[in-house]
């Protein structure tokens, strides 16, 4: 946003004068504390959901008689209602507003609740997580997007960063309600609780304004302009209105998707897509998601142990290792921490590999020894440097360069083909990892991460980019040269 002028001329009286200067305006507006809301609670409701299902599945298979299939089915629907709402999220953005694209990832997410608290089935239970997933997806578009077009020039970057620790945030609160409320019915209460984030999301949304830029591609420049004078009331509206119509003028002539696909802009389509499923086949949501049993089969023999271990070594520290990408992603490099962290995943996960192959007793996922001793704290040791390792760069780093490396006229859908690959990709993850542990055995499962994980380390050293101090039109234009070299 523009700078406040210096002086305003006088549309009043001289003691209305007066009273304006003994009141100045505020530098953060009240409006744009409803904006960080909406970012904050859009994040924590998908952290939360992604979180909690861990200490959740338990209760589930006891309560259902869920076989390995049927538990991933529960698990990963929620990644597969994702990709959905994902995929409907921009239409919906653009038809109905960005303000309501959220609104109804809210109320999407206090019935998925419901229905997942209250299901007497299991394909109850399954319908609610497809539904609690299509308001993740949604949410997942149009927050990051509605803190971009609202978040002064100065704040954005803190803004889209504020999404990513409030997603970690949520993942750790989940943690922490699974284990306060264990226990065969627990499950219920945990699932039910994520109405909490919804209904807050639902609050923000509604005292949020509605992005200027959305109500000037309607049409309703009055109405933009109203928005403006919330979120940056010392800013003359006129010159930042011109300047959105002369931008959405532009981006009238779009891209095709034949354009998306086609020659020009096919290497940064295959970094975008590259990133976004090696984010996924490295083994996230799988010890995200599974974390409780993962402990309980590296000899967490308890409740309150897996819990405890879950919330602290993969909540904790993944809320914390993010702020080491936040501090250096400006100074080090997007790639020399997609390296690092890679490198710090595929070592972790080799070492978790052994303490299940050679240290722990005969056990897999779904029946856990009573005991692990030496193996359980390598293991935990494992993970936590693992979690740590992927919140410093996979986690953050690699959506800042997937929004990064795309061209304008290309940038928003290409954007959604990244986004739609990586939950088809978490989907897989998720549908397959205790079939993985059963039919490999769950030390080769994590190598077989670990081993993603140092393919990916080879493709990121040879074919991503460093963006670093470069405007996208120097990006864009660094790809046009390529392909005439």
Not at 282 to 302: H, L, P, R, S
Request: aromatic content about 8%; overall charge positive.
């Amino acid at each position: 946003m523009p700078a406040p002028p210096q002086s305003r001329p006088s549309t009043g009286t001289a003691a209305a004068g007066t009273a304006s200067a003994a009141r100045p305006r505020p530098a953060f507006p009240p409006a744009l504390l409803t904006v960080l809301a909406v970012v904050l609670t859009g994040g924590l409701l998908f952290g939360y959901d992604q979180g909690v299902i861990s200490g959740a599945l338990a209760g589930i298979q006891a309560r259902f008689g869920l076989d390995p299939l049927l538990t991933e089915v529960v698990t990963s629907w929620v990644t597969l209602g994702a990709l959905l709402g994902a995929l409907l999220a921009g239409d919906l953005a653009d038809r109905l507003g960005r303000r309501r694209a959220i609104l109804l990832a809210g109320a999407l997410f206090v019935a998925g609740a419901a229905l997942q608290a209250l299901a007497p089935l299991a394909l109850v239970l399954i319908a609610g997580r497809l539904v609690i997933g299509l308001g993740v997806g949604i949410a997942a578009v149009a927050a990051p997007l509605y803190a971009a077009e609202l978040a002064p020039a100065a704040l954005r970057g803190r803004f889209v960063s504020a999404y990513q620790l409030a997603i970690t945030a949520g993942i750790f609160a989940a943690y922490l309600v699974d284990g306060v409320l264990p226990g065969a019915n627990g499950w219920r209460a945990m699932l039910g609780a994520a109405a909490v984030p919804g209904a807050l999301l639902l609050a923000a949304a509604l005292a949020a304004p509605e992005s200027p830029r959305w109500l000037m591609k309607a049409g309703r420049r009055a109405d933009a302009q109203a928005a403006l004078g919330r979120i940056a009331p010392d800013a003359p509206a006129a010159p930042q209105l011109d300047a959105i119509a002369a931008t959405l003028g532009e981006e009238s002539r779009r891209a095709t998707w034949a354009e998306v696909f086609g020659h020009q802009w096919r290497r940064p389509l295959a970094v975008g897509l590259g990133l976004a499923i090696f984010q996924q086949v490295t083994g996230i949501n799988a010890v995200i998601y599974y974390a409780d049993q993962i402990f309980a089969a590296a000899g967490f023999a308890t409740e309150a142990a897996q819990a405890a271990a879950t919330t602290w070594a993969i909540g904790g520290t993944n809320v914390l290792a993010t702020f080491i990408a936040i501090l250096f992603i400006d100074r080090l490099g997007r790639r020399a921490l997609l390296l690092a962290g890679l490198a710090g995943m595929g070592a972790s996960l080799i070492v978790v590999g052994i303490a299940f192959r050679f240290a722990l007793p005969a056990s897999d996922l779904g029946a856990p020894p009573e005991a692990g001793g030496v193996a359980g704290i390598v293991t935990l040791a494992g993970l936590v440097c693992f979690i740590a390792s992927f919140a410093f760069s996979l986690g953050p780093v690699v959506w800042t360069v997937i929004n990064e490396i795309f061209p304008g006229r290309v940038r928003g859908r290409a954007v959604a083909v990244a986004t739609a690959a990586n939950w088809a990709a978490a989907f897989v993850v998720s549908q397959t990892f205790l079939s993985l542990a059963d039919a490999l055995g769950d030390s080769a499962t994590f190598w077989l991460f670990a081993m993603f994980c140092g393919v990916g380390w080879v493709w990121v050293y040879f074919s991503v980019p460093e963006t670093k101090g470069r405007s996208l039109e120097q990006i864009e234009a660094a790809w046009r040269e390529t392909q005439t070299a």
